[in-house]
Each structure stands twice: as C-alpha cells, then as structure tokens.
C-alpha cells in the first residue's frame, strides 16, 4: 500500500514532443505529490509537486495531471529539449507523521535531436 | 548558498568490510536524511534526523548501519559489515524544516558504493 507505481521505466522523445510519465498509487493517506529531476551524479532536485485539492498545476514546459479518484498523476514536459535528458521520479508523502517520502522507481527520459 | 556536501563521491570496498559516509548539510536545516538508492530504482529513506534526534529509523537495518548527527549539524552514515546487497548510492538531503509539503529537501550528489 505504501507503494508508488511508475511508468514507463524509459522514455525516448524527440526534440520539441511531449513527453508524459505516469504514476499511481494505493495509499489514500498520500496528500501530497512531488516530481523530482535526476541528472547523471547528482542528486535528484524537486521540479514540481501538487496537492490533490488541483486537478492541474504548470509551471513553464511541466505540468502534473492528477486525477484522486483513479488515484493516478502525471507529469507532462511540453516542447522537450535536450537538457531535459535526466531521471524523472514521483514521489508521495502522507499527511501525517513524518511526512516521509515514498519514491516511484524512476523514468529514464532521453530527447533526441 | 552552498549545497549539500557529501564525501567521498566514490567507495569500493570487499564485504564484510566497514565503510563510513559524511554529509554536511546546508547551512541552518535541521531536518537530515539519508537514503539509499538501489541502481533502477528510486531512493528509499534510511534515517530522517531532526537536529540531532532520530525522527525515523524504521527501514534502517540495524543489525549492520548506524548514524549520527553529532551537534545537529554534520552527519556519519556506517555500514559494519557490508554485504553485496548494500551496492547502491547513498544520498543525503536536507531541509529547513520537517515539512516535506511546505518545505524543499535538497540533496547532495550522493556516495557510490559498490561492494565486491
């Protein structure tokens, strides 16, 4: 129940195409709904994140869907370009507790020329 | 601002052999995580301190890792003994606060460890 599902495990766009990564989960007590960016030896950097009070959140090229009944959201990365060659992890919190983070197993996004 | 400093970035060693990792967080943040990062996989959190008491250690094997966060500040992440299994990368964030909703965790570029 603690899981977070992710899909697909890689990804190749071409340049100026949308690139879209999904993710679902089970635990109902998940409030709360980052996507983070991984560049090869660095560590992952928060991208953006939505509460599921939105249906939608944008914040330039990225923009997370998230629909609560299906309990399913995504991460849309519009006009893609190179630089956006990276990891790409969702993750989710509850909203109790520590508010740990449980991480998706991550999408491997390649953009080609 | 600096970011989180982790040392070394590298570490090879033989099992059953001990290994030490180090982080130095940003500058003020009193929340500290280490997780471990599996290769295809997405990180999974050992030990969250808050200041210098453990908040959660629930998926941290004890029998063989330990941490510290001497002074709330620098933290040592342990591995005595090593096992194959514990080839991964190890990652240290930190934030301000524990508040993962209202509050950015940052992370450092991570200790890769490979056990032979």
């Known amino acids: 129940q603690q899981q977070v599902k992710q899909s697909p495990q890689s990804l190749i766009v071409q340049k100026g195409g949308i690139s879209i990564i999904n993710c679902a989960y089970e635990?109902?007590?998940?409030?709360?709904f980052p996507w983070y960016q991984q560049f090869p030896g660095k560590g992952p950097a928060l991208l953006i994140a939505?509460?599921?009070?939105?249906s939608e959140k944008k914040e330039g090229r990225f923009t997370i869907s998230f629909n609560k009944s299906a309990k399913q959201f995504s991460l849309h990365i519009m006009d893609s370009q190179p630089g956006d060659s990276a990891t790409y992890f969702c993750a989710a919190t509850p909203n109790f507790g520590n508010e740990k983070l449980t991480f998706g197993t991550g999408t491997r996004l390649t953009i080609i020329p | 601002e600096a970011g989180v400093a982790q040392s070394p970035r590298y570490k090879i060693i033989e099992k059953r052999q001990s290994v030490a990792f180090w982080c130095n967080p940003i500058s003020g943040h009193a929340t500290l995580y280490w997780y471990q990062q599996i290769l295809g996989q997405g990180p999974k959190l050992l030990i969250q301190?808050?200041?210098?008491?453990?908040?959660?250690d629930s998926q941290l094997p004890k029998d063989r890792f330990s941490a510290e966060r001497l002074k709330g500040v620098d933290s040592t992440l342990k591995i005595q003994p090593a096992k194959l299994e514990d080839s991964a990368v190890y990652l240290c964030?930190?934030?301000?606060?524990?508040?993962?909703?209202?509050?950015?965790?940052?992370f450092g570029p991570g200790t890769r460890l490979t056990v032979l």
């Open positions: 964030a930190s934030s301000r606060i524990l508040a993962v909703r209202t509050d950015t965790q940052y």
């Open positions: 301190f808050q200041n210098n008491g453990v908040v959660d």
């Open positions: 939505i509460r599921p009070d939105v």
């Open positions: 635990n109902t007590a998940f409030d709360y």
